[in-house]
């Protein structure tokens, strides 16, 4: 990934009322006619989610739990991530184009924005689903790293554009609960980052199922561990270290940067908190959907 030709910290273009990185919405038009194919498997998540964790689980369940083979490439070549567009770098829709199947396919568009060919194709998707707490300081951290977003003010002030949905991809609220009622009539396994967290064995057990890979207790075990926070941290095909510093500087906040539940604590303050929950309670209103915040 070169990087050339691009301007640092660009405000965001909206898409239909969407917010996305400037470059994503400029290059809308190739993502909405894209084509799926039916063995496609689709990741998909509001971002800051666990995105690159259940990527690498995926990836090597395919790979029959050979670590070696997933560090063949960096994560974002193995799984193409669908609206990805900048200047000078090859197209998310341009690699998915020259892939061979079977192709996983990492997007974080909410579930009205997702091109209807995954819907006609009935692909299976698995959408992971983090507390709303903890992707908002992820999501300030990352924002701050990953200089193709606005620069994200200061934490009070982030927090505010997040609660109001004025972030890359919009709201968490939305997004969250379209995925949640889209399951009902398609084949999407839908996880939480904090059961991955509680029970990672549980958890990648059931990808493993949804996928029809059964690879039994050694290799299961195996992949916990090469998946684990620890060891994706110091993998650099799966820690994005390869990707150059005008993109994202890991100097300011590394990608791989706590992986627990629960770090909302350290930056939200009293006040900020209960504004939140007050915020929060509103927006999720009657849904069944039901998230802890530590684990
Ligand atoms: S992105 O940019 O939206 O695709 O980011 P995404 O991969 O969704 O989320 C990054 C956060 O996930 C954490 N992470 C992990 N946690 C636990 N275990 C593993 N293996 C793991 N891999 C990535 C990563 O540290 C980011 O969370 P924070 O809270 O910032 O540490």
Redesign the pocket.
Known sequence: MEGKGLTPRPELKCVRGLPLIKYFAENWEQVEKFQARPDDLLIS?Y???????ISEIVDQILNDGDIEKSKRDAIFIRVPFLEFAVPGVLKGTEQLAAMPPPRVIKT?LPVEFLPQSFWDKNCKMIYVARNAK?VA??FY??YQMAKVHPDPGTWEEFLQKYMDGKVSYGSWYDHVKGWWEKKKDYRILYLFYEDM?ENPKREIRKVMKFMEKDLGEEVLERIVRD???KI?KENSMANYDTIPTCVMDHSISPF?????AG?WKNHFTVAQNEAFDADYAKKMGQTSLRFRTEV
């Open positions: 998540t971002p800051k989610a666990g995105t690159t964790w974080h903890d300081v992820s951290h990352f967290k998946t684990s926070f994706m791989m940067r706590k992986g627990i770090d």
